[in-house]
């Protein structure tokens, strides 16, 4: 006696239990990623993005507000004016102090008896 039994497998019919199978699984991974959107857990990946969104607008508003390569060699041309014209105040400043020396000592030698 034989005891071997022999199963007829259509595979057509694999495959498409297969492929009904994908189908439902599919299904429902986009219905669980569908609902993923009202949990909890999308609020706060919603209100972080939401944060970051808030400080790149701050973080865009200093940039604006800094100083640029111009707006420093402006800085540096007045600043060399200045510079320039405090000197010649400081020249001048030094002629007037001697002239004071001097008018002083001669007052000072006029009044000696």
Known sequence: MN??????????????????LAAIVALFTFIRSGDWRKSDAWKEQSAKISAHGDRLTR???QMENLATKADIAELKGLYSTLK???DGVRGDARA???GV????EFLMKASEP
């Open 84 to 86: 320039a014209e405090l």
């Open 3 to 20: 005891s071997v039994m022999t199963i007829d497998v259509n595979l057509g019919v694999v495959a498409v239990s297969i492929a009904a």
């Open 101 to 104: 020396e001097r008018i002083e």
């Open 96 to 98: 007037s102090a001697v």
């Open 59 to 61: 973080l865009e508003t």
